[in-house]
């Protein structure tokens, strides 16, 4: 079997992260999780006094902290500068501060050129998800995937993920922040949220995360 890259992008709240990762894991390959690292950017930039509104201090930033992810699907994560972020950088403050900062030109090409060299140098293969995987990325992946969902499921299931760590959650409010996340991520100058002419669209609106795994692994052999 070649080595196989699998481009996984699409909106918040389609089952990105837990297909990405179950599918990695079943067919033995790596997993990049690139929303994680821009996340861990912004996390170190909010922990040392970066002013994540100022673009030109984000930008000036961009390249200080170092970025380091664990690519076992089994048991992802992330450092920034040798600090654990995996547990901060899920914080409701790291996602209203994300978008702004992950917009950022320099932070983009930063983080892209660590995400080309991850994935290079991944002999097994990997699964590579986020907002531009395969429009900029990646653009010679082996299989492009666009995840899709209704808002209403997006927002359900993220308001389900919410419950289930801090025990509630306001489902309108969580459909409006997430929303404006993907407004903002969709609508940036610089490599924004889209499906490549190539990729396969999925809608997961009405899948079970099983049938979506499913789905996607069937695509991935198919390639093979
Ligand atoms: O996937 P996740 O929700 O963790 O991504 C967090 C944020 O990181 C997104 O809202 C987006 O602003 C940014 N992102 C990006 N490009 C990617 C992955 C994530 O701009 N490839």
């Known amino acids: 079997r070649a080595p196989v890259v699998v481009a996984i992008d699409g909106p918040s709240g389609t089952g990105k992260s837990s297909t990405s990762k179950a599918v990695a894991a079943k067919l033995g390959l790596r997993y990049l999780d690139t929303g994680a690292q821009y996340r861990a950017i912004t996390w170190w930039m909010l922990t040392h006094g970066v002013d994540v509104n100022d673009a030109a201090a984000v930008a000036e930033a961009a390249g200080r902290p170092a970025i380091v992810s664990t690519t076992d699907p089994a048991a992802p994560g992330i450092t920034a500068d040798g600090e654990d972020a995996s547990g901060p950088i899920r914080t409701q403050e790291v996602t209203a501060a994300v978008s702004a900062v992950s917009a950022v030109p320099a932070v983009r090409s930063r983080i892209t050129e660590l995400q080309r060299s991850i994935a290079a140098s991944a002999p097994e293969g990997m699964v590579v998800e986020g907002r531009d995987i395969g429009t900029t990325v990646l653009p010679n992946a082996d299989l492009k995937i666009f995840l899709t969902a209704s808002p209403e499921a997006r927002a359900e299931r993220r308001g389900g993920e919410l419950k289930a760590k ?59």
């Open 166 to 224: 801090n025990g509630q959650a306001d489902l309108a409010a969580t459909q409006e922040a997430l929303l404006k996340r993907d407004r903002a991520d969709s609508s940036r100058a610089v490599s924004p949220l889209l499906k490549a002419d190539d990729a396969v669209e999925v809608d997961t609106t009405e899948l079970t995360l099983e049938q979506v795994i499913e789905c996607v692994v069937t695509l991935i052999v198919e390639k093979q």
